[in-house]
């Protein structure tokens, strides 16, 4: 393994699995096809650590926005308690589904620091694992992995761009 692909690729896996809506599929796919499958299964493990050192992250942002929001906001968010939340959170970490339904639960009812990010880790690493295992089946190039990240990051700037414009269409009809 690379020690330059590593240093690149564990600052990015931190980074797609916090806040910012850049996929890290993508990311994983594209070091991986340049290992080999063991290097590749390493590659899987790292990410899905970084993946819990980001929920980590993203918990600690949460509990200081929760103290910080007003309880009426608070009430329209997700209420996942207990068992519920882990499990939701393994399941929303395994499958595609979008994860900031998750941070919008953790901003309602901060879990607990410990098991938060290690469920967020296990429920990624399966995920990975087979990510890394079919990719190369598909018989795509490993170039082609980059499309991806464009397409996506190039997806999630304009969902940005739409929700900002929403925010901003009420206040200037409120002018008019």
Same mark, same amino acid.
């Given at each position: 393994m690379n020690?330059?692909?590593?240093?690149?690729?564990?600052?990015?896996?931190?980074?797609c699995?916090?806040?910012?809506?850049?996929? !890290?599929?993508?990311?994983?796919?594209? *070091? =991986?096809?340049?290992?080999? #499958?063991? &290097?590749?299964?390493? %590659? +899987?493990?790292?990410?899905s650590i970084?993946?819990?050192?980001?929920a980590?992250?993203?918990?600690?942002?949460?509990?200081?926005?929760?103290?910080?929001?007003?309880?009426?906001?608070?009430?329209l968010?997700?209420l996942?308690?207990?068992?519920r !939340?882990?499990?939701?959170?393994?399941? *929303? =970490?395994?499958l595609?589904? #979008?994860? &900031?339904?998750?941070? %919008? +639960?953790v901003?309602?009812?901060?879990?607990?620091?410990?098991?938060?990010?290690?469920?967020?880790?296990?429920?990624?690493?399966?995920?990975?694992?087979?990510?890394?295992s079919?990719?190369?089946?598909?018989?795509?190039?490993?170039s082609?992995c980059?499309?991806?990240?464009g397409?996506?990051? =190039?997806?999630?700037?304009?969902?940005s761009?739409?929700?900002?414009s929403?925010?901003?269409?009420?206040a200037?009809?409120k002018?008019?």
């Amino acid at each position: 393994m690379n020690w330059l692909d590593l240093i690149v690729f564990v600052p990015l896996a931190v980074l797609c699995n916090t806040v910012l809506p850049v996929p !890290f599929d993508p990311v994983l796919i594209y *070091f =991986a096809s340049r290992q080999t #499958p063991g &290097s590749a299964g390493v %590659l +899987a493990v790292a990410g899905s650590i970084c993946a819990g050192l980001a929920a980590a992250a993203d918990l600690t942002m949460c509990r200081q926005l929760h103290r910080r929001t007003k309880e009426k906001w608070l009430r329209l968010l997700p209420l996942w308690k207990g068992r519920r !939340f882990y499990v939701l959170t393994f399941l *929303f =970490a395994l499958l595609p589904l #979008p994860f &900031s339904v998750v941070r %919008l +639960a953790v901003l309602r009812h901060p879990p607990k620091m410990v098991p938060y990010p290690i469920t967020v880790a296990m429920g990624r690493l399966p995920r990975y694992l087979l990510t890394i295992s079919l990719w190369p089946n598909l018989g795509l190039p490993p170039s082609s992995c980059i499309v991806l990240l464009g397409l996506g990051a =190039a997806y999630a700037g304009i969902q940005s761009l739409r929700s900002r414009s929403r925010q901003e269409l009420p206040a200037e009809s409120k002018l008019s």
